[in-house]
């Protein structure tokens, strides 16, 4: 479904990216795991057309066959892809339904609107008595809600998570996976970034551990969690 190629992305002449490479398969809920610094979130946003891979470098993004690397950003959405970003950045003086629906604007999420928000709102009970509230009076967690239903509402094939977990409290956390999980098994290709390893290789189907901006270790999570190097450095064994 996903296809990254040698993907290398630069801020200014500051490399961020080196020579990434791996893929996605439809349906599959992938984790790219690793520390701070890592190129988590550079990679995430390339992925969303935020940023733009570094031009003359080869690299190749492919979506469904179709090479979307030089695509314009707003773009990306119109292709199939969401991005849930870091810090969730909601209109925080908009009411929870007006930040639900900025997710279907384009046409053909528009026009499956009411039952987007049907889904979304079955997803996340907790929003029912909240869409008319300004989304920035809402707990962390109610927020993260919005965060991930606004994207879910523009009907996309590949749903991208940066760090869903930060700054929640471990009960909502558990709760904000067993959310992904359910979008994972109801047939949504998921990227989840994540500094959370131990939840995160529990949900995902493969892993990918990215350090200094490349790939470095990537397989099943159990095969992953065999290795000694990866059991220092993410689960403190």
Known sequence: MLEVR?????????????????ELRPGELLCIVGPNGAGKTTLIN???????ATPGSGGRIVFEGREITDLPAHRFCEAGIAIVPEG?????????????????LLPAAKARR????????????????KLGQ???????????????GRALMACPRLLLLDEPSLGLSPLIV???F??????NADGMSVLLVEQNVAMAFALAQRACVLEEGRIVA????????????IQRAYLGV
């Not at 040698?6 to 500051?14: E, F, N, P, R, S």
């Not at 969730?88 to 279907?104: A, Q």
């Not at 990537?218 to 000694?228: K, S």
């Open 134 to 148: 300004a989304a920035g009076e809402l707990s962390g967690g109610q927020q993260q809600m919005v965060a991930i």
């Open 88 to 104: 969730r950045r909601l209109f925080g003086s908009m009411s929870v339904l007006e930040n639900l629906e900025i997710g279907s």
């Open 46 to 52: 390339t992925l969303a057309g935020v940023l733009r």
């Open 178 to 183: 067993a959310a992904i999980e359910r979008i």
């Open 218 to 229: 990537e397989g099943e999570p159990t095969e992953l969690l065999a290795r000694p190097e």
């Open 114 to 129: 009411t039952a987007s928000l049907e889904a979304v709102l079955a997803l996340f009970p907790a929003l029912k008595e």
């Open 6 to 22: 040698d993907l290398q992305v630069a801020y200014g002449a500051a490399p961020a990216l080196w020579g990434v490479t791996f």
């Open 174 to 176: 558990q709760a904000m």
